[in-house]
């Protein structure tokens, strides 16, 4: 059974951190480009960061650049989200991604909210 589980959500205050979790099972995760999306109430679902199957080429959206991070390990069959510098407007579902040749798998999201 193909199972993407995220974790690391939670209520942080503006500046602080967090780091995201997402477990891959059921299929050979290191052949898969990992990703993170998140969705914010009312709004598209939008791609956070990318990270290619072996952790050498990642990409951002500008609006988490040089605040976050992304990362994989294949021996674990992890990748993680580090996030840094938070902002309100970063509150947002967060869902986790995995996606080759057109097979894709997506985790059920956990949420970040950034307040006081």
């Known amino acids: 059974q193909v199972q993407l589980v995220e974790s690391g959500g939670g209520l942080v205050q503006p500046g602080g951190s967090l780091r995201l979790s997402c477990a891959a099972s059921?299929?050979?995760?290191?052949?898969?480009?990992a990703r993170w999306f998140r969705q914010a109430p009312g709004k598209e679902r939008e791609l956070v960061a990318a990270?290619?199957?072996?952790?050498?080429?990642?990409k951002y959206a500008e609006s988490v650049k040089g605040r976050f991070a992304i990362s994989r390990d294949n021996v674990k069959n992890m990748e993680y989200l580090q996030m840094n510098s938070l902002k309100p407007e970063d509150t947002a579902v967060y869902y986790c991604n995995a996606i080759r040749a057109g097979t894709e798998y997506w985790g059920k999201g956990t949420l970040v909210t950034v307040s006081l």
């Open positions: 990270i290619d199957s072996i952790g050498d080429q990642k």
């Open positions: 059921g299929f050979i995760f290191r052949q898969y480009a």
